[in-house]
Antibody, heavy 121, light 107 residues
Framework: QVQLVESGGGVVQPGMSLRLSCAAS????????MYWVRQAPGKGLEWVAV????????HYADSVKGRFTISRDNSKDTLYLQMSSLRVEDTAVYYC??????????????WGQGTMVTVSS | EIVLTQSPGTLSLSPGERATLSCRAS???????LAWYQQKPGQAPRLLIY???SRATGIPDRFSGSGSGTDFTLTISRLEPEDFAVYYC????????FGPGTKVDIK
């Protein structure tokens, strides 16, 4: 079945870096655009970054632009989010999600279970 | 960036009642690129509606979406016990912003 499994979350101090991974299975990852979406404790959803199927196109939310980098390795069916200069307000559950179809502007039709990132001194 | 506003913030209804949720955009959402998601506590969101009115795979027909331009609506015709959850709209025509959510709880 279609599955996304995030990993790499944890507790880090402000200013530190962390890399999240998302392992995909059950679908053709190399033709699927992907999202990272986060949710702070008790809050709503916030899109973080989006990447095209081949990695040639991406977008970032203003809140993370210049600090976070989305990337993918289609040979490993894996999505990444490199997070640097982390702030307390980056504390959230981070979800990876698959775009519904191959075009760039698509909603998320499959979500992972999320990985928790806590930024605290 | 397009900002989405959802109303009401909380909707208190009984099973069997009709739920009407609103999502308003600060600018026209191109090509009706508007989606609705359901999220239950401790779970990831689930796609319900895309393209403003198309139901995602496996979504019951009691869920329907409508609207265009800046005003969109999610309607749940008869609430089932499993429908009490938080609902988010998302526009994906210009960037990918989410609305703040509407909580549907049991009256």
């Amino acid at each position: 079945q279609v599955q996304l499994v995030e990993s790499g979350g944890g507790v880090v101090q402000p200013g530190m870096s962390l890399r999240l991974s998302c392992a995909a299975s059950g679908f053709t990852f190399s033709i699927s655009g992907m999202y990272w979406v986060r949710q702070a404790p008790g809050k709503g959803l916030e899109w973080v970054a989006v990447i095209s199927y081949d990695g040639s196109n991406n977008h970032y939310a203003d809140s993370v632009k210049g600090r976070f980098t989305i990337s993918r390795d289609n040979s490993k069916d894996t999505l990444y989010l490199q997070m640097s200069s982390l702030r307390v307000e980056d504390t959230a559950v981070y979800y990876c999600a698959k775009k519904k179809s191959g075009t760039y502007y698509e909603p998320c039709d499959v979500w992972g279970q999320g990985t928790m990132v806590t930024v605290s001194s | 960036e397009i900002v989405l506003t959802q109303s009401p913030g909380t909707l208190s209804l009984s099973p069997g009642e009709r739920a009407t949720l609103s999502c308003r955009a600060s600018q026209t959402v191109s090509s009706s690129y508007l989606a609705w998601y359901q999220q239950k506590p401790g779970q990831a969101p689930r796609l319900l509606i895309y393209g403003a009115s198309s139901r995602a795979t496996g979504i019951p027909d009691r869920f329907s979406g409508s609207g265009s331009g800046t005003d969109f609506t999610l309607t749940i015709s008869r609430l089932e016990p499993e429908d009490f959850a938080v609902y988010y709209c998302q526009q994906y025509g210009s960037s990918f912003t989410f609305g703040p959510g509407t909580k549907v709880d049991i009256k």
